[in-house]
């Protein structure tokens, strides 16, 4: 077995705001946290870029906008057209409510399954689980995980660290 | 300084102080300590009696025909459209909740949201049954999709009824999938609070491994906001949809451009309705009156308030336009709705939807949580009438005289309207059980946020 990282419990989540800002300061990068509800500040102290999946979901939405209107204009100019009292085959709007309704079904897919797929879920196992401290909802506690694939980690003094910066535990967790 | 002085009479959103071990417990206990008190399981038991009575009503419907039903010529809509109606309209308040007011960043929103949101999705499925089980050969519905067969045919893209397929179908899925990303945090919430092999699994499985990453809940952030900035226009999308069955037809009392904004502002007043008829017994049947509290009432009832009197402007602009048309037919059938063989129904359904719902105004009804949920039944019934009186008024007075004539209302319309009342009150016992009926994760952030932590 051998080790995953460092895990540090936080009795709140201002604490493992500071603690997170304070190992960055000292060159840590590879740091992870974990928290019961979202916390802003995180995002700009992890360096957590923004997410490009806004794009999948429009790219979502235009695809079921465009490739339903398609299917309709296929079905009445081509496959089946059907002359009635020389109305025109493509009369757009009724086929704009449809495509419509295609084209945010296409985008809450997209966004949904992208979410998913963009954070490796659904993923059963994680080193995370493995630490005996680490319950992401039973205390309340809010949790940094430093990687032993920083280059700064150090075992001994990185739990000093930890340790000194208030965590409540600091615990050892396997790959 | 007045403003304050306002602010400062509105109930606090979550009263009292509280911790996050303790918001978690209280709300992950109802469902993993499964010790529910007697009234519920002997209410889910009057509920499960109604769904046996669906189920006997929808069999009895399909062996025998929809002529079983009230609907005779020249009326052929009945109950079956007016109960989609109004439960489609139902389920417009839970995405209006957890959509609208998480992009206006209302925070009261958070611990209501998650059973506004199942009460959607089971109004939903409530609401999909109708338009099928009156199609007189159900089993033939599929043919609303484009699929390929042996016919060679395709949909009529042009019908208000394949539109209303496409609208009802997105609206399911989007609203499964807003739903089921709100409960991820929650669902793993439970599983590490979970004791039994059994709920760890079940739980555990759910979840997907959901870990509280701060890079996870980044993205899931600007998703859960880009899914409900996709809801809002699809809610006001559905309703509009729904109101196109009715207004296609040149029938009087149909054909009108007032209905699809009118159809949207009737299903937010029955969908709060019915927030308010599942929230106040469920915060006191639970004790949560502290997260659910009456600042929720006090918000879910001027909603009501505020829609229902866009429903108000609705009726009168109906009768104006009816009058200000000066087309004979249009005239006639609005007085036979109002002396007609439905003017009792038209009546009553003005008395609830306008009438009663006027008490709102005072602030004492507001916060009497008997009366309150005694308002909220009252519109319900009223919004059902209404939908009723919408859908068989016009038909019963169409342009030929000689053609005139009414439906009754035999005992299968009772069976399927209540069994379905009784189903979808049964699936939301069920939900209340299996799943977190507060949104664990919102709560907890809202304490954080407003400083109710111990």
Known sequence: MSLYGLIAAFAEPDALVHAASAMRDKGYRRMDAFSPFEIRELEAILAIRPTRLPWAVLAGGIAGLVLTYALI???????????????????????????????????????????????????????????????????????????????????????????????????EVEA | MARTAAVGRAPPVLRGRHDFPEISGRIAGVVLNGRLPRYFWAAFFLCFVLVLVLFYSITYLVAIGVGKLGIDMPVVWGTMISNFVWWIGIGHAGTLISAVLLLLRQPWRASINRFAEAMTLFAVAMAGLFPILHLGRPWFFYWLLPLPNTHMHWPQWRSPLVWDFAAIATYAIVSLLFWFMGLLPDLAMLRDRAKTRGAQLFYGILAMGWRGSARHWARYRVVYYLMAALATPLVVSVHSIVSLDFTFAITPGYHSTIFPPYFVAGALLSGFAMVLTIAIPLRWAFSVEDLITLRHMDNAAKLMIASGLIVAYGYASEAFFAWYSGEAWERTMMVQRAVGPYSTLFWIMLACNVGVLQLLWLRRVRLNMPALFAIAVIVNIGMWIERYVIVVSGPSRDFLPSAWGDQSLTWLDFGILFGSIGTFFALIFLFVRILPAITIFEVEELAEETGRVA
């Not at chain 1, 079905?75 to 089946?80: A, G, K, L, T, W």
């Not at chain 1, 979410?115 to 940094?144: C, D």
């Open chain 1, 73 to 171: 204009l296929y079905s009445v100019e081509i496959d089946y057209p059907l002359n009635v009292g020389g109305r025109p085959l493509h009369s757009w709007p009724p086929f704009v409510v449809i495509a419509f309704e295609a084209g945010i079904l296409g985008a809450a897919l997209a966004g949904f399954v992208g979410v998913l797929w963009a954070n490796g879920l659904p993923r059963y196992h994680h080193p995370a689980f493995n630490a005996e401290t680490f319950s992401y909802a039973r205390g309340g506690k809010f949790y940094l995980l430093v990687e032993t694939a920083d280059p700064r980690f150090r075992k001994g003094v990185t739990r000093g660290q930890l340790t000194r910066l208030g965590a409540e535990t600091v615990e």
